[in-house]
């Protein structure tokens, strides 16, 4: 089974290869707020396993591993991981990187603390969302946490991403985990979206 919607593999997923790293929009310097969140609040600390699901460029698996995580960042684009390792090399961060489909990660059972998505759920392919919610869980111990970021039906409509109903998250994951916190948030604006409306969930494994 393909990931990624059609819209996705058609429009973006050549962009690492096409494009610096400047041209492409979802690559930033910073992580989202609630993602910097779970640093500061102690939800994820120190020692903690961090898997990151679509890691792209490395940006979140970084800000992890340089708050004392132990990180494993997994993605299916080569050029993407090439990013990655640049980064945590300008860094001198250690990470594990790993190019894999984010639906068979290959990766052990019941080691992580944390899944991390930010903006990969919102391009998953609705029949493809049963098998990566299990691949998640998975991937977790009993009471592993994982935080999901991606577009909001608040959102301006495009051509890109799904803009995700809450009724997209719970039905998703509901049956393998419990639902800590659910909201949108407005993240930081940028010439293209200059108002952001994203979710943020943070769901803990059953």
Known sequence: MRAFTDR????????????????????????????????????VGPGARVIDLGCGAGVQSVFFAQHGCHVTGVDNAPRALHA????????????????????ETGLPDGEADLVHDSFIFHNIRPEAREAYAAEAARLLKPGGRMAVVGFSDRMVPG???????????????????????????????????PDQWHWFALLTRR
């Open 8 to 43: 996705w593999i058609e429009n973006f997923s050549g962009k690492y290869d096409d494009e610096t790293l400047g041209e492409i929009t979802w690559v930033t310097g910073a992580v989202s707020p609630p993602v910097a969140e779970l640093v500061t609040s102690l939800t």
């Open 84 to 103: 990655a390792r640049a980064l945590a090399g300008f860094y001198g961060i250690e990470v594990d990187w790993v190019e894999a489909d984010i639906l």
């Open 159 to 193: 051509t890109g991403p799904i803009r995700l109903t809450s009724d997209d998250i719970l039905s998703t994951f509901l049956p393998l985990f419990t639902v800590e916190e659910l909201r949108r948030f407005r993240n930081f604006p940028t010439a293209k979206k």
